[in-house]
């Protein structure tokens, strides 16, 4: 029994459909009351040990090249500004540190948005030190100071750990949100995890 | 330019998540005033070619006990039957090839919600000709009779070359829908391709 009913994001900076589910979570999730965990962590480990060293979408071509024309039209149906990254998938290893800190620090979901934004509107190289530090002294925050702790030895083995977690909970794709051990995935299932967060529904 | 707009529906009757589609394309078009031009093939052909000689959903563990949740879930919601059928995938060549005689005699869509139901509601083996006869009965046709024509060796290349336009379609799983050249994969794009093929939105 929890008072405040939960839903857990589970994502990556490299993924993106994880930059259409970023950028709403927080509003729908306040909406209906549910709170947001944020829970960064990597999916590459996730894919290797699937047999794949690329994103699926660049293994196999047409869906890779339907899930680009499909991103294009979710965004101007969100009215998200949308610029096709020249490199895919980012290395998203130092955002994901960084993230963990902002779990920690509380500024986690606008740290999230800025770098998605980053990825997919600007064709920012995420995985630049300089890049993720001019993003959190974009929202206000001491970027350098930050990036030290994100880069601390504390940090490796954290990552790894939600990393074995993600893959405990039967995670093989992002974004994915999980309820009560209930597993939802995809952009398109997130208002169904909030209602069932909300509704407190349990898997039979 | 077209009177009537029109959405092309690809799918494989060994699919999960063409039941979902198929149990609502038709009166989802009809209220939207766009007419659905149904169109059988075989996945199969196409994911071999992709270095899979099974459903995705047995090669990826974690992602095909994910989908027979979500399957119960999504078929839950929509207030459809669900039984895990005992078989996956079960052969669909030959209720494609009878579905070519649907599309030909106009009852292809009845046909293909009973082929659908039987398989994922009620574990029957859509492979025989036994079950498909009892199934075109059902729905008021002389199920031996049409059979034989599926059976005829006209078929055979229809079905091939279906299979064939649906891969340079850029067809990678389905269901798939078709709107003047755009594509859109998945049951929760259904909704996404009748509002294009409504609006006559066109790609840029």
Known sequence: MTAVPIVE???????????????????????????????????????Q???????????????GKYMWRDLERS??????????????PRNSV?????????????WVALFAQAVFHANFAE????????????????????GREILAR??????NPRLRQQTERAEMLGIFGVPSFVVAGELFWGNERLDQAIEWARSGASPR
């Open 9 to 47: 994001y589970w994502f990556d900076f490299a993924s993106t459909y994880s930059y259409l589910a970023t950028a709403r979570i927080e509003a729908a999730a306040r909406a209906a009351g549910v709170v947001v965990e944020w829970k960064p962590f990597l999916l590459g480990p996730i894919f």
């Open 49 to 63: 040990r699937q047999g794949w060293n690329d994103s699926p979408f660049n293994l196999y071509p047409a869906k």
């Open 75 to 88: 965004c101007a149906r969100s009215s998200l500004p949308f610029r096709r990254p020249s490199v895919f």
């Open 94 to 106: 130092r955002a994901a540190r960084v993230a963990m800190v902002g779990v920690d620090d509380g």
């Open 123 to 142: 064709d920012r190289d995420i995985a630049s030190a300089e890049v993720l530090v001019a993003l959190l002294e974009g929202i206000g925050l001491s």
């Open 150 to 155: 994100a880069e601390s030895l504390e940090l």
